[in-house]
């Protein structure tokens, strides 16, 4: 009997465990795996890790079937502008270029079954503000503000598939 009673009270809190857990249980498309490693790139401010991810990610937007073949030509250009620029801050820029039209294209895209945040810092672009995809609802690893302000922003919208 005691047995049984444990075996209920073990599987009773692993079933609680699971509830509590991430809903994300798609992986990301390769493209915007290599788009969350270009924002911790500039998250840890490492210019030639910068420039590794945005040449990554330029190639694996070259085999995803993304939505706007106009989108996918300017997504292509800002890449280029990052793998080829030294300086973090111009990086950064284009980086918030780069982040609208990704944020667009899973706005769009019917391929995506997981869900992502659209984070906001307001400091950003010397006040302006810029967005970012995310794939945590906390605000981690700011790609604008780097390690001095890792949870400058908020949550703008949660995109949901």
Request: aromatic share 6%.
């Amino acid at each position: 009997m005691k047995a049984q009673i444990l075996i209920i009270i073990v599987s009773a809190l692993i079933g609680a465990g699971a509830c509590g857990q991430s809903t994300n249980h798609s992986p990301l498309p390769e493209y915007l795996s290599a788009y969350m490693q270009l924002k911790d790139a500039l998250y840890y401010e490492d210019v030639s890790k910068v420039k590794e991810a945005a040449t990554d990610l330029k190639i694996k937007i070259g085999k995803a079937e993304l939505s706007d073949a106009k989108r996918v030509e300017s997504i292509n250009s800002v890449l280029i502008a990052i793998a080829s620029g030294n300086d973090l801050e111009e990086q950064r820029k284009s980086f918030a270029k780069l982040s609208q039209y990704m944020i667009t294209e899973v706005e769009n895209s019917s391929l995506i079954s997981i869900t992502l945040y659209s984070d906001f810092c307001p400091m950003a672009r010397d006040g302006k503000g810029a967005y970012w995809l995310s794939t945590e609802k906390a605000i981690n690893n700011n790609p604008y503000m780097g390690p001095k302000m890792p949870h400058c922003g908020s949550v703008d919208q949660k995109i949901s598939k």
